[in-house]
């Protein structure tokens, strides 16, 4: 007789994952995945298509998971800073897998790569910032708050930056759309009384990725190097675990915080 697998911790719960075709947001929807959920993986611009199509078929893939040939990983284009769109990729999660998602993972962001002072910062690179980063999480979060399933398991889990707490020149746009996000967050959990949906922040410190590359010279980025206690940058299997946690059973305790997840920067 064949071994009965496992249950995994979130074995068949629906996952939509913002900002999921590259970085911190490809690797949190591979490892959520692991865990069990079947993920929407969205992504913004047709450029990222190819890379978001890629990580469904990789998820999808019967040698990965030899014990389901079931649909596990779509991919959606939407840009959560438009009401509608956000409607339409929580309308593609239900249709899809034909239940209420269970668990929002919202990581897509966006950083001025030129880093300017405050008073060089362009209005529209401010509007630009505060569009995606904090609309963006305001509309998704609204949405989530009332189509997560309700009655326990239901998880927010959204993405700030340790910057909101290193507060570093040229970041005064970006560090204050984030600290945005988390004081959002920390009120949501309460007015979620009697729902059971947790929210919480994860804030990453600096991470090896595209994003945290773009504009900064190899000075730079071994003076960051230099400042982490741990003599590194972060790597984006640094993060995925905690976001694993928090959207598991095991994580419900922990509900209206902020991580700041930066090996001792912050």
């Known amino acids: 007789m064949a071994a009965v697998e ?4 979130l074995q068949d719960r629906v996952a939509i994952i913002t900002g999921a075709s590259r970085g911190i947001g490809r690797a949190v929807a591979h490892h959520v995945a692991s865990l069990g959920a079947k993920v929407v993986l969205n992504y913004t611009s047709s450029s990222s298509s190819s890379h978001a199509n890629l990580l469904a078929a990789e ?3 019967p040698r990965s998971a030899p014990s389901s040939h079931h649909l596990r990983a779509v991919s959606f284009q939407a840009d959560v800073s438009d ?4 409607v339409a990729l929580f309308d593609h999660a239900e249709q899809t897998f034909q239940t209420q998602p269970h668990i929002l993972i919202h990581v897509a962001g966006v950083v001025d790569s030129k880093y300017p002072t405050l008073s060089n910062t362009a209005v529209e690179d401010f509007d630009s910032t505060f569009n995606v980063n904090t609309r963006g999480t305001f509309l998704c979060c609204r949405e989530a708050a009332n189509r997560l399933v309700r009655g326990g398991g239901g998880r927010i889990i959204c993405f700030s930056s340790s910057l ?12 204050a759309s984030k600290a945005a996000v988390e004081t959002m967050i920390k009120i949501l959990a309460k007015e979620l009384k009697g729902t059971g949906i947790t929210a919480n922040c994860v804030a990453p410190g600096p991470i090896a990725t595209d994003m945290f590359f773009a504009g900064k010279t190899e000075e730079i980025i071994q003076r960051v ?3 982490c206690p741990l003599s590194r940058l972060g790597e984006t299997k640094d993060v995925s675990p905690i976001v694993g946690f928090l959207a598991s059973d095991a994580g419900e305790w922990i509900n209206g915080q902020v991580i700041r ?3 001792g920067y912050v």
């Open 225 to 227: 190097i230099d400042e």
């Open 83 to 86: 009401p509608a769109h956000v």
């Open 59 to 61: 998820i999808n893939n």
């Open 261 to 263: 997840a930066n090996g």
């Open 164 to 175: 909101v707490g290193a507060l570093r020149p040229g970041y005064s746009a970006y560090a």
């Open 6 to 9: 496992a249950t995994k911790p």
